[in-house]
């Protein structure tokens, strides 16, 4: 398993074969609902469709995750697994093959990998998009992804989880309402699963956010901070940090590659 973070939430994963590229935004701007004045997200490096892509996985359907500028310039003919909220979006642009997991849903793509969406994040006031549970049908490894720091304790049953993707850091507006749930959540989730690896997601290195609403944004916790937590529960969960456009293997032959830090 080879992972490639191309900012923010987006990554290419290279898993049994397959590459699956998950909450792509690649090119253009950020922009919620049209309204720019509220928040605008501006990449400084914008990264090229990826020659080759086996699986477009979205899940959630808003913007930063299932982003129209970037799924418009996606061939339109590549099979697409979504929340239903995801998946509307990528049926409005005229996506081809869409597949639409709720929650408990599980998909075998290719007879290679194994998608099971669980519950993630509250977007809005009931609305529950999916985290994901992704397994190596070839070496039966484990992957989980849920973007905002929201885990469902339905988890606990398919503990342990060799790699998480999830926020390390929270971020909150103005310390009262959070949007990415990160440090106490993320501790919990690794009590859980036991992780081998963990890497954090959500972050933006090489973007810049404007608009009225960056003002509010605060952020919370460190990454060092987090390992501490990790060392003071006796979890030896490692945390991997990469850079934007770097390419990470985390399994080679079947055997977890455990000794980066």
């Given at each position: 398993m080879k992972v490639t973070w191309l900012d923010n939430n987006s990554w290419l994963?290279?898993?049994a074969g397959q590459t699956v590229l998950l909450?792509?935004?690649?090119?253009?701007?950020?922009?919620?609902?049209?309204?720019?004045?509220?928040?605008?997200?501006?990449?400084?490096?914008?990264?090229?469709?990826p020659d080759s892509i086996d699986l477009i996985l979205l899940s959630q359907g808003l913007e930063d995750h299932a982003h129209p500028p970037?799924?418009?310039?996606?061939?339109?003919?590549?099979?697409?697994?979504?929340?239903?909220?995801?998946?509307?979006?990528v049926q409005n642009l005229g996506y081809q093959q869409v597949?639409?997991?709720?929650?408990?849903?599980?998909?075998?793509?290719?007879e290679k990998i194994e998608i099971t969406a669980f519950?993630?994040?509250?977007?809005?006031?009931?609305?529950?998009?999916?985290?994901?549970?992704?397994?190596?049908l070839t070496n039966q490894r484990t992957f989980y992804y849920e973007p905002?720091?929201?885990?469902?304790?339905?988890?606990?049953?398919?503990?342990?989880?060799d790699v998480v993707l999830t926020p390390i850091l929270g971020q909150s507006l103005l310390n009262l309402v959070p949007l990415l749930k990160g440090q106490q959540t993320t501790l919990e989730l690794c009590q859980w699963l036991k992780p081998q690896m963990i890497l954090p997601t959500a972050r933006a290195e090489d973007t810049e956010y404007e608009g009225m609403l960056t003002a509010l944004l605060r952020e919370n916790g460190t990454v060092d901070n987090f390992r501490r937590m990790l060392q003071e529960n006796?979890?030896?969960?490692?945390?991997?940090?990469?850079k934007p456009g770097e390419t990470i293997e985390l399994i080679q032959n079947g055997q977890l590659i455990s000794d980066r830090q």
């Open positions: 994963f290279e898993i909450d792509p935004w690649l090119t253009g701007d950020l922009i919620f609902s049209g309204q720019e004045w509220l928040f605008h997200g501006i990449k400084q490096q914008k990264y090229p469709i970037t799924l418009k310039q996606l061939d339109h003919t590549l099979p697409v697994i979504a929340s239903p909220n995801g998946a509307k979006v597949t639409s997991l709720n929650h408990g849903d599980t998909y075998r793509f290719n519950p993630g994040s509250l977007v809005g006031a009931t609305l529950v998009e999916n985290a994901y549970v992704i397994k190596d905002h720091g929201n885990h469902s304790p339905e988890l606990k049953k398919i503990a342990p989880i006796q979890l030896s969960t490692q945390i991997i940090v990469p």
